[in-house]
T-cell receptor, first 114, second 113 residues
Framework: NAGVTQTPKFRVLKTGQSMTLLCAQDMNHEYMYWYRQDPGMGLRLIHYSVGEGTTAKGEVPDGYNVSRLKKQNFLLGLESAAPSQTSVYFC?????????????FGPGTRLTVL | GQNIDQPTEMTATEGAIVQINCTYQTSGFNGLFWYQQHAGEAPTFLSYNVLDGLEEKGRFSSFLSRSKGYSYLLLKELQMKDSASYLCAVRDRGGGATNKLIFGTGTLLAVQP
């Protein structure tokens, strides 16, 4: 049981390049989330999904797109990377939010945009 | 608006007790979580409170007062490995429909010998 995995772990992009971050979970969770974490800003929600084929915007969605074609995968795309998107990106998944249903986080992707 | 406040940094001594406070103002409340995050790693779940009072789990306890919008995480018998960031998060008013969490900026705890 690998939990939540993310690929790649590190990436350096030039301004204007595109890339896709992959998140996979093997816990059969319904909900999945993409966050970015910046110094002094905490975790901020980019997009989330409450089920296969559904996505919704979070707090900071501009410049990002997502897709959830399969229940276990949640993809985050940057179409034209900007230096402001330099950050650590975390994916998380959770069961439906009852009681102690918590979010489980992947190990993160460290992205630098030059 | 929605706001969660925590101290930015704290320092404590190995073997001592430390209390990390969290105050929140959110449009709805469906539970409060504490996470631990070591440098360069993912956040991991520590505790959950939805009713007023104290929840104890080994060396860690968490307290909630909903009327005051206040929680604290209490760490006893501090160990060097407790040096980490501690994140306070409130479940969004969407509750079970989305299980979205609103995170504070985290408190960086340094445990000194």
């Amino acid at each position: 049981n690998a939990g939540v995995t993310q690929t790649p772990k590190f990436r350096v992009l030039k301004t204007g390049q595109s890339m896709t971050l992959l998140c996979a979970q093997d816990m059969n969770h319904e909900y999945m989330y993409w966050y970015r974490q910046d110094p002094g800003m905490g975790l901020r929600l980019i997009h989330y999904s409450v089920g296969e084929g559904t996505t919704a915007k979070g707090e900071v969605p501009d410049g990002y797109n997502v897709s959830r074609l399969k229940k276990q995968n949640f993809l985050l795309g940057l179409e034209s990377a900007a230096p402001s998107q330099t950050s650590v990106y975390f994916c998380a998944s959770s069961p439906i939010g009852r009681g102690t249903d918590t979010q489980y986080f992947g190990p993160g992707t460290r992205l630098t945009v030059l | 608006g929605q706001n969660i406040d925590q101290p930015t940094e704290m320092t404590a001594t190995e073997g001592a007790i430390v209390q990390i406070n969290c105050t929140y103002q959110t449009s709805g409340f469906n539970g409060l979580f504490w996470y631990q995050q070591h440098a360069g790693e993912a956040p991991t779940f520590l505790s959950y409170n939805v009713l007023d009072g104290l929840e104890e789990k080994g060396r860690f306890s968490s307290f909630l007062s909903r009327s005051k919008g206040y929680s604290y995480l209490l760490l006893k018998e501090l160990q060097m490995k407790d040096s980490a960031s501690y994140l306070c998060a409130v479940r969004d008013r969407g509750g079970g429909a989305t299980n979205k969490l609103i995170f504070g900026t985290g408190t960086l705890l340094a445990v000194q010998p």
